[in-house]
């Protein structure tokens, strides 16, 4: 093949455009390349062309799961139809655990709907872990008013078997059981009349483990709504795809689980070593060949005390545990972030194809912020008792401050929980410290 070189001259003789002509003995007839266009891709560009197009292949997938979930939501949540046709003969026990310490505004009301559902054959076992918690009082006037209901008190949880202070608060209670089912329900949550029977229900042939996709109550104020916000879209979203999947994501805050197959494994005893036992809890289903599905009635959070350092102390918390369990996560949690996602696929496609990269920065965060607020009106099953202005200022909010409480999680692997603090581990092995960091040895 036979190269050769023209040259331009402009009005004071100067080289202007050098071009390369292929001779037709090449193959191509008349072909012209511009040498200020064919230049061969240096190891930079190819680098930063992998990372973009990898960058857009995640920005891309982030739609598929937000449709995904709205879709599996709408389909999975407040469906009553099982409801009503129902032979309440047939229905077995359940033994329902409240681990419960301290007390707020609402717990008297949040644990009186556990005496008043809709559902024939239940046990209450309320456990408490010592006879000074404020928390007796209040279960000992809830006896006084339903004294023909199932119910009883543990009090001083004190069998350590484990550095879990829940378990060890629950495990005499769990021993004392008399029915095959048992629902492990935390002190906070409010409950539906038919949202036991929901549960089981749900518990099929096939389905070793029912939970509830955490949730909250119409509360006021900031946080209140700032709650709302988060379990109802980014929480949830992440939530019900893994449930789609079946991937592991069960929250020990409401889960029913059959007892018998939790006995095979060394019954409730055996979870006592990991502060994430709900993870274990399921994966002890899950490995014996069993599913875990979602409810069709989230769980209704209702703490009667809430503040912003507190939410963002159990985002932290979370995020330590799940990172323990799956360290992947830590990758791949901050591509689920709208503004990051934002960023990183602005980025991508202004150096891919010259777009405008804040013009599409905005596009995608309207588009991410409304298909959030869908995803939150099929959680709530209606409208959502505040405005449009809160919902924006509670959602910025918690975008602008997530990647910072990522951050702030993975800085130290000491985690806090009900004024304790423990030494993480991989898989959700924790040892409690004392005071001056030390371990103690359970």
Wanted: glycine share 8%; net charge neutral; charged share 20%.
């Amino acid at each position: 093949m036979k190269l050769s070189v023209t040259t331009t001259a402009g009005d004071a003789g100067t080289l202007i455009a050098p071009n390369l002509v292929r001779s037709s003995e090449g193959g191509v007839n008349g072909l012209e390349l511009e040498m200020g266009l064919y230049e061969p891709m240096g190891l930079f560009d190819l680098v930063r062309a992998v990372v973009c197009w990898t960058i857009l292949g995640l920005w891309c997938m982030q739609w598929v799961v937000h449709m995904v979930s709205i879709l599996y939501g709408k389909c999975r949540l407040h469906d009553k139809s099982a409801l009503g046709s129902v032979d309440l003969q047939s229905l077995p026990g359940v033994s329902i655990l409240k681990p419960l310490t301290g007390v707020d505004p609402n717990l008297y009301a949040n644990l009186e709907t556990f005496f008043n559902m809709d559902y024939p054959k239940y046990e209450l076992l309320l456990c408490i872990e010592n006879e000074g918690d404020p928390a007796v009082m209040v279960v000992r006037s809830l006896l006084e008013k339903y004294p023909k209901s199932d119910a009883r008190l543990f009090v001083g949880g004190n069998k350590k078997v484990g550095v879990n202070p829940k378990i060890n608060n629950m495990v005499e209670a769990y021993e004392c059981g008399k029915y095959d089912l048992v629902l492990i329900s935390d002190s906070g949550l409010r409950m539906k009349e038919d949202s036991l029977m929901d549960m089981v229900l749900s518990l099929t042939e096939s389905v070793g483990l029912v939970h509830q996709l955490p949730f909250v109550c119409d509360r006021e104020g900031f946080v209140g709504v700032l709650e709302k916000v988060y379990f109802g879209s980014q929480h949830a979203k992440i939530y019900l795809l893994s449930d789609l999947l079946g991937i592991n994501c069960v929250t020990g805050m409401s889960c029913l689980f059959r007892k018998n197959v939790l006995e095979q494994a060394g019954s409730l005893r055996s979870l006592g070593c990991y502060l994430a036992e709900d993870y274990h809890l399921a994966k002890t289903f899950i490995d014996r060949g069993w599913r875990c599905r979602i409810s069709s009635n989230p769980a209704l959070q209702n703490a009667g005390t809430y503040s912003v350092s507190s939410f963002q102390a159990r985002m932290i918390r979370w995020i330590k545990l799940r990172t323990s369990l799956i360290p992947i996560t830590a990758v791949l949690e901050p591509t689920f972030e709208c503004l990051l996602m934002g960023l990183w696929s602005a980025w991508a496609v202004s150096s891919l194809f010259e777009w405008s990269g804040l013009a599409f920065f905005f596009v995608h965060a309207l588009l991410w912020f409304l298909l959030d607020y869908i995803l939150l009106l099929v959680l709530q099953g209606g409208p959502v008792p505040f405005s449009k202005f809160e919902y924006v200022t509670c959602w910025l909010f918690r975008e602008l401050t997530s990647i910072s409480l990522m951050v702030r999680a993975h800085c130290s692997h000491v985690l806090t929980w009900r004024n304790r603090r423990y030494l993480l581990r991989r898989g959700g092995v924790g040892e409690e410290l004392t005071s001056y960091g030390h371990q103690l040895h359970i």
